[in-house]
């Protein structure tokens, strides 16, 4: 299975400019053939650095809106970003869950608009405001987001059509954490759970295909643990991937 990086550069970097240096990093980078390397930059800048890239990498966006066109002011739909040259969508982020009040039926709509115009969503289960507490049942969660956001989706689109499923903490993000990582032991506990949840709903042959990322305050320094120890297919990255040299080793530090 191909293992995937995916850059999540967040409300980030300020100007057109600022994105076309980190850009420039990132064309450096000695990319390995089995890694699929994802760069999701605000939309804005989106165009402009897909044309300069080369075709390199793969390029999504970090959100969407469900319905194609119509009166909804200042959503962009999957058609559009798909026209602009996306592959890929991150559905249910925990920031937007958490700070944007987004749900699960929201989740749910903006999934199957995704499959419906054939792009790969990349759907973020763990977070919320009910999640960032410690205490909270990772598992009964983990399982109600991601049961909710498939509600009703059919076990052919699953099958046919590439999918991502990314693990992420809401306390372990960088924005929340400081920069402090979940345990990999805890990590190996979920992804495991996510697998043994996606098997049995679909199948293990179904489900054994569906990549499991993780996401949460990820960085150079480590990632090799995580993918030493963990049956990992990927990782979302934040803050780190704004720093091409250190991206760059991370790419390096993948096995």
Not at 57 to 81: H, K, M, P, R
Not at 86 to 91: H, Q, W
Not at 94 to 119: C, H, P, W, Y
């Amino acid at each position: 299975m191909k293992k995937y990086l995916v850059a999540n550069w967040k409300m980030n970097p300020v100007d057109l400019q600022e994105a076309e240096n980190i850009l420039s990093g990132y064309l450096e980078i000695n990319l390995q053939s089995d890694i699929e390397l994802v760069v999701c930059p605000p939309r804005i800048f989106l165009r402009n650095l897909i044309e300069k890239s080369g075709g390199k990498f793969f390029w999504g966006t970090q959100n969407c809106f469900w319905e194609d066109i119509g009166a909804y002011t200042g959503e962009v739909s999957v058609l559009q970003v798909k026209k602009l040259g996306a592959k890929y969508v991150i559905v249910g982020h925990s920031e937007r869950r958490e700070f944007l009040g987004e749900t699960d039926e929201m989740v749910n709509k903006k999934i199957k608009a995704v499959f419906l115009q054939k792009l790969v969503p990349i759907l973020c289960i763990g977070g919320g405001k009910e999640a960032k507490n410690k205490k909270a049942d990772a598992l009964k969660i983990v399982k109600g987001q991601l049961f909710s956001a498939l509600h009703s989706l059919p076990a052919r689109t699953i099958k046919n059509q590439e999918f991502l499923v990314t693990y992420e903490p809401p306390w372990a993000l960088s924005t929340v954490s400081g920069n402090q990582s979940a345990p990999a032991k805890k990590v190996a506990e979920v992804s495991y759970f996510i697998f043994k949840l996606l098997t049995k709903t679909y199948g293990h042959q179904v489900g054994k295909q569906i990549p499991i990322l993780y996401g949460g305050s990820v960085n150079a320094e480590n990632i090799q643990k995580f993918s030493k120890k963990l049956n990992l297919a990927g990782f979302l990255v934040g803050g780190a991937s704004l720093n091409p040299k250190e991206f760059a080793k991370m790419v390096d530090l993948m096995e």
